[in-house]
């Protein structure tokens, strides 16, 4: 499975164990949970930034089903920033400093071929503003993913060939 936008949405309703609905991508034209009707006290924004290959793309042989197969892997590193909004939306960004310890968060980016990588776990605040609604206090960090990009190529071996030149 990939790390994406659709897959990190997963992964974060996990990790904070809410409905997934409470976990949206960053961007103003999405559901908005301040609206009224919401009815919900924190929910967190998300965006993977940046997906950067550090590798060039390699083969990999492995079996699936006692079938060879044939993959190409790309090791990326993935910058993920999300945005807590609520009352406990500091505590929440604080947290993610602490992820990379969680059993829980680490079995979750496995799914994706992936783990946590050290760094800095800054909270930085600041003001959410959409569709012109009041502004509240949002709480912002950022963190890095260490992944593999895998790929069945669909690729079957190349017959072997004999030393007269026959394919077999």
């Given amino acids: 499975m990939e790390l994406n936008q659709t897959t990190l949405r997963g992964i974060l309703a996990q990790i904070l164990s809410v409905d997934p ?23 967190c924004a998300y965006q993977i930034r940046r997906n950067r290959p550090r590798t060039t793309p390699f083969y990999e042989i492995g079996t699936t089903n006692n079938q060879k197969v044939n993959s190409v892997a790309v090791q990326k590193i993935a910058e993920i920033d999300l945005q807590f909004v609520g009352p406990k939306s500091e505590e929440l960004a604080n947290s993610v400093a602490m992820w990379p310890l969680r059993s829980d968060v680490k079995a979750q980016f496995q799914t994706v071929q992936g783990a946590i990588m050290n760094g800095e776990y800054d909270a930085v605040s600041s003001n959410f503003y959409q569709e012109g609604g009041n502004t509240v206090l949002a709480w912002n960090v950022s963190f890095r993913v260490l992944w593999y990009s895998l790929k069945d190529t669909n690729q079957g071996l190349m017959p072997q060939v004999d030393f007269e030149g026959k394919i077999k």
């Fill in 21 to 43: 609905k409470y976990v949206v991508p960053k961007q103003g034209n999405w559901w908005n949970p301040q609206a009224k009707d919401a009815n919900i006290a924190n929910w």
